[in-house]
């Protein structure tokens, strides 16, 4: 797998260095003083490339000039993260249909950036990560957890058996979101823009929350409505 970008790079490096085969930089690149120093630190290969040579191998992607081979994304064990659900107050974000790899980038960067998340995604008809993924997460993606399950109804079943309260994000109908005081743990459902939350998971769900529009014809895509519900649980976990 490959990481693009400065960010994507340097946090790598910050976070989890082993993970790293080999660091690219493009000749003439401002930083690439920097980036050779930190990749010397911990034994990273690095080369320096001709423009030439860093477009043909970002293949029209936006590389920043920088870019990083890496080993391929390890999923967390499912079991382990309801541990850290008791023991470390971490929060749960089922996502469930999710398939643009842009949208799982961007809920990955922002739970990253609030913390204490992690996300749970199926097997089947769902987004994995991908190169794409961790480009748009910018790094993010070296402190959310992600783990893949076989079953994501099954998966919430065995969360609500460790107290976790399941609340389902839904377009209208929910309860309103600047008026409902979470129970904690809690675990977010998001369902696909397309097609919402599966009915068998709506079942599963205990409470099902809104976010208040100004247009009702207008609808958040699931990266921001994922972002803006997890500010307001992180909001919220704070004052408990």
């Not at 690095?46 to 191998?57: A, D, E, G, H, V």
């Not at 076989?150 to 998966?155: E, G, I, R, Y």
Request: net charge positive; proline share 3%; hydrophobic share 40%.
């Amino acid at each position: 797998m490959r990481l693009y970008g400065k960010n994507s790079v340097l946090e790598r490096i910050k976070a989890n260095p082993k993970t790293i085969h080999r660091i690219l930089v493009q000749e003439g690149h401002a930083d690439a003083g920097y980036v050779r120093s930190k990749a010397s630190k911990w034994g990273i290969a690095f080369q320096l490339i001709p423009q030439s040579k860093m477009q043909k191998i970002a293949r029209g992607i936006n590389s920043q000039g920088i870019l990083a081979e890496v080993e391929d994304f390890c999923y967390a064990d499912y079991g382990e993260l309801l541990e850290r659900v008791e023991n470390e107050n971490l929060s749960l974000v089922f996502l469930d249909g999710l398939m643009d790899p842009q949208n799982l980038g961007v809920i990955i960067r922002s739970l990253a950036c609030l913390g204490e998340f992690a996300i749970v995604l199926p097997r089947k008809d769902s987004v994995d990560m991908t190169d794409s993924v961790f480009r748009v997460a910018s790094g993010g993606d070296n402190y959310v957890s992600v783990a893949k399950v076989a079953n994501l109804s099954h998966a919430i079943s065995e969360a609500k058996k460790h107290g976790v309260s399941i609340v389902g994000a839904v377009t209208e109908q929910g309860e309103d979101l600047t008026q409902l005081n979470f129970m904690f743990p809690v675990g977010l459902v998001v369902g696909s823009e397309q097609k919402g939350i599966r009915d068998i998971i709506k079942n599963q769900l205990h409470v099902k929350v809104t976010i208040p529009m100004k247009q009702p014809r207008l609808s958040f895509n699931a990266a921001q409505a994922t972002t803006i519900l997890c500010y307001e649980i992180a909001k919220q976990k704070k004052k408990k």
